[in-house]
C-alpha cells in the first residue's frame, strides 16, 4: 500500500457536493481516505473569467500502481460531469495526482510530483494544513517550505459552509 495525496476541486454545480461525491467514489474505487483537509474557496487560476473554485486535499491509502490510480480518477471525473475541453476552463471536478509516496514518474500523460504544486498556493494551503512537513522528493523542501516560498498571491481561504 502507499499513500498518495490528491487534490479535488471545482467551481461548476453544488461544489460542496461534488466534492463530498468525488471523496465517496475516491474511497470506493483508489483506496481508504485516512486524511482530509477542510474545504477551501479559491480563486480561479489561468483562466480568471470563471466562478470560484472549492478545493481539498485528501491522502489516501492505495494498493493501485500510479497508472492504474490514473485511470481510476479519470473515470470519477467522467462518472461525474466531467468535460474536457479548454485547459483551465470551468468544471465539475478535478482530480489531481499530487504525490505518489515518494516516487518520481515521468510520463507522457502523468508526472508524478504534480510539477506545479510549488507555483499553487490553491494547492499548498490545504496541503499545508494536513501534511506541512511532508517532503517533496523533486525539490526536497517540506510543504510549509514550499508554501512560504510560493509566489502565487491568489487568495485561498477556508470555506465557511452554512
Known sequence: MKEVILLTGGNLGNRQENLAQAKLLIEQRCGNVIKSSSLFETAPWGKTNQPNFLNQVLIVETGHHPIALLEAILGIETDMGRTRGVKNDARTIDIDILYFGQEIHSEPFLSIPHPE?????????????????FIDPVHQQSVNQLLTSCTDMLEVHKFEHG
Open 117 to 133: 504544486i510549488k507555483n499553487r498556493r490553491f494547492v499548498l494551503v490545504p496541503l499545508n494544513e494536513i501534511a506541512p512537513n
